[in-house]
């Protein structure tokens, strides 16, 4: 990787990942047959302030990986964040969101950065009775509590873990099973967004060995607060990579200086998109279905803080 500094800006100069696609965690694995070459031999400068880095690390044991971490220094970095839901397609019904593809909800707020986020389940189609497909406009239900400002997009729900920055700027994760509990602990969130369960806790990993192994998305913070990562690692791909397990997900946060660590969406939904040189959002990591970039129910973006000119180099 090559890095130059130019003012406030990092241009990070690295090999594109070609255009592949997304997929939730907990479905069944589908293994490309072999990489589809878009953009492989591409090189891409991304664009990124002061403060905010972008590695791609590729590895061949104990499998072969494709691993992307965006560290976030919370001292210099003069970002903040903006989760971003899909739209509400049916108001009090029982859809809380609409998909849309990833990068058209980051480019809302003028993000830099973002990745995938919530779980989240399709909602039965009326006329069939059946899950609805994964396409723009599909309605869907998030797993878990995701909020942006004063605006509650899915309620705390029992059984997932949150990751949420408080009025002083904190992040921190946990479990956050009710509104009441929001209340009674006076938790007011600048924002909020879900993942299955916290893998890493105080430096000690959560959860047990596996064998199953997928794309993956994952959030983490070191124990002084101070730093911020975003990890995707790239999955089923055979020879190009094959996806990582939970435990070896949360010794990837280790290693990246975390002490705490949530497990994201993963699957075919794994993605992290940052800005180019072109000023344009593109993919930096390689998602796994080979139909085509599958839309979401929300992001987390990462975008200049506004009194930046985010335009200015």
């Not at 880095?53 to 072969?64: G, H, K, L, N």
């Not at 989760?83 to 998909?99: C, K, N, S, Y």
């Not at 089923?236 to 497990?263: F, H, M, T, W």
């Amino acid at each position: 990787m090559v890095k130059k500094i130019f003012g406030r800006w990092n241009l990070v100069l690295v090999a594109a990942c070609s255009v592949v696609e997304f997929g939730m965690a907990q479905e069944k694995p589908v293994e490309s047959a072999a990489p589809i070459e878009t953009a492989t031999q591409v090189k891409t400068v991304w664009k990124l302030p002061e403060g905010v880095t972008y590695e791609r690390s590729e590895r061949q044991e104990p499998r072969p990986l494709q691993i992307h971490s965006l560290v976030i220094d919370m001292q210099r970095a003069n970002v903040s964040f903006e989760v971003v839901p899909g739209e509400d397609p049916d108001g009090a019904g029982p859809a809380e969101v609409a998909l849309n593809r990833p990068e058209d909800l980051a480019k809302k707020v003028e993000a830099i950065a973002a990745i995938n986020t919530a779980a989240w389940a399709m909602l039965l189609d009326p006329e069939t009775g059946k899950p609805g497909k994964y396409k723009v406009g599909g309605a869907a239900d998030i797993s878990g509590w995701v909020s942006q400002g004063q605006r509650m997009i899915s309620p705390p729900q029992g059984g997932y873990w949150s990751v949420w920055m408080d009025g002083s700027n904190r992040i921190s994760m946990g479990t956050i099973s009710s509104e009441k509990e929001l209340r009674s602990k006076g938790i007011e969130a600048k924002w909020a967004v879900s993942g299955f369960r916290g893998i890493l806790k105080d430096s000690k990993v959560l959860v047990e060995p596996q064998e199953v192994r997928h794309p993956r998305t994952a959030v983490g913070i070191s124990a002084d607060g101070q730093k911020f990562v975003w990890l995707v690692v790239d999955g089923r791909q055979k020879g190009y990579s094959e996806g990582v397990s939970e435990e070896e997900l949360a010794r990837l946060l280790l290693e990246s200086g975390c002490a705490d660590g949530i497990n994201l969406d993963g699957g075919g939904s794994s993605s992290m998109w940052i800005r180019n040189e072109r000023s344009e959002l593109a993919l930096a990591n390689r998602p796994s279905d080979p139909t085509g970039v599958r839309p979401v129910p929300v992001i987390l973006g990462m975008v200049m803080n506004r009194s930046e000119d985010h335009g200015k180099e």
